[in-house]
């Protein structure tokens, strides 16, 4: 069984950052394109940062400048710097990414979603 397990969520006032991070756990053979997602309640869930595979971050264009994700696939970990936070990023994060897992010789690559971390932002 694998899992990503969130971290560094909380509440900072705008203009202040915060830093939020990923992990996988479990059986994990392999860990790629990870990705970043927030959801505000009635909402849709949106794209914030991803690192596709083999290719450049990409970022929503409400966040870019601002924001900075990073990713050690070798540790299978995945980062998102949030600066010059805006009450509008207040919202629960997500992460998401490719997690190889072995299983019986086998190597099985599952979609996982992290447990979400909430992010409040102050005005």
């Known amino acids: 069984q694998v899992q990503l397990v969130e971290s560094g969520g909380g509440l900072v006032q705008a203009g202040e950052s915060l830093t939020l991070s990923c992990v996988a756990s479990?059986?994990?053979?392999?860990?790629?394109?990870p990705a970043w997602y927030r959801q505000v309640p009635g909402k849709q869930r949106e794209l914030v940062a991803s690192?596709?595979?083999?290719?450049?971050?990409n970022y929503a264009d409400s966040v870019k400048g601002r924001f900075t994700i990073s990713s050690d696939n070798a540790r299978y970990t995945v980062h998102l710097q949030m600066n010059s936070l805006r009450p509008e990023d207040t919202a629960v994060y997500y992460c998401?990414?490719?997690?190889?897992?072995?299983?019986?010789?086998?190597?099985?690559?599952?979609?996982?979603w992290g447990q979400g971390t909430q992010v409040t932002v102050s005005s």
């Open positions: 690192v596709p595979s083999g290719g450049k971050p």
């Open positions: 479990g059986n994990v053979f392999s860990f790629n394109a």
């Open positions: 998401n990414a490719d997690v190889g897992t072995r299983q019986m010789d086998q190597i099985h690559v599952l979609n996982i």
